[in-house]
């Protein structure tokens, strides 16, 4: 479905989140592709890139988890069994695979940022990067931390997802929820960041 206006393309995307997602949701999907626009202007990344992801990123968010899984093992996205353990998780890989499967987007760097906005991974790239932190720090958040973190956002996504991990990883254990890979493998590599 990618085209060659962009503008029109992010809006098909919208459109389609739109008709998919609770008011609620949609509305954070927007305050989430302002954030991830800004930070790819700071950071020099692909606007359009950005944007897409953005917007793509809780498309399968509610969507019955069989429906989630069905997408995933059709598109043959990246879901290892570590995943299926949590299903909060599946809305990414769902996404991704909505994307990739009906939205007929080819470009990886922005289904790996849709399948990642999640868990993170290590070694992220900028755009997994801002998608995430986008995600965390939108203007919709209202978390005790969100002003601080929106603010460090700016200068360093490293950081945010440093504090995120750490929280994410306290939260899981506090709780006694399942802890993935993909998270642990977060904490791991960006920890040393945490200020």
């Not at 606007?47 to 093992?73: R, T, V, Y």
């Not at 909505?98 to 940022?113: Q, T």
């Not at 939260?171 to 945490?194: G, Q």
Request: proline residues 2%; hydrophobic residues 40%.
């Amino acid at each position: 479905m990618e085209d060659n206006d962009p503008n029109k393309t992010l809006q098909t995307y919208r459109d389609c989140v739109k008709n998919l997602v609770s008011a609620e949701r949609y509305s954070h999907t927007l305050a989430v592709e302002q954030q991830a626009k800004k930070l790819a202007k700071i950071y020099g990344a692909d606007e359009f890139k950005a944007s897409a992801a953005a917007i793509l990123h809780d498309i399968a968010k509610e969507m019955p988890p069989e429906e989630q899984l069905s997408l995933i093992e059709a598109a043959e996205v990246e879901f290892g069994e570590n995943e299926r353990q949590n299903q909060k998780l599946w809305h990414a890989a769902a996404g991704a695979a909505y994307a990739k499967s009906v939205l007929k987007v080819k470009d990886d760097e922005i289904l790996n940022a849709i399948l990642n906005h999640t868990t993170g991974r290590a070694d992220m790239t900028l755009l997994e990067k801002i998608v995430l932190v986008a995600d965390i720090t939108s203007d919709d958040r209202e978390y005790s931390d969100a002003e601080n973190l929106r603010a460090r956002a700016e200068t360093s996504l490293e950081e945010v997802i440093a504090a995120y991990s750490v929280y994410i990883m306290a939260y899981l254990k506090e709780n006694n929820l399942y802890i993935s890979d993909k998270t642990k493998a977060t904490f791991n590599c960006y920890s040393k960041f945490n200020k």
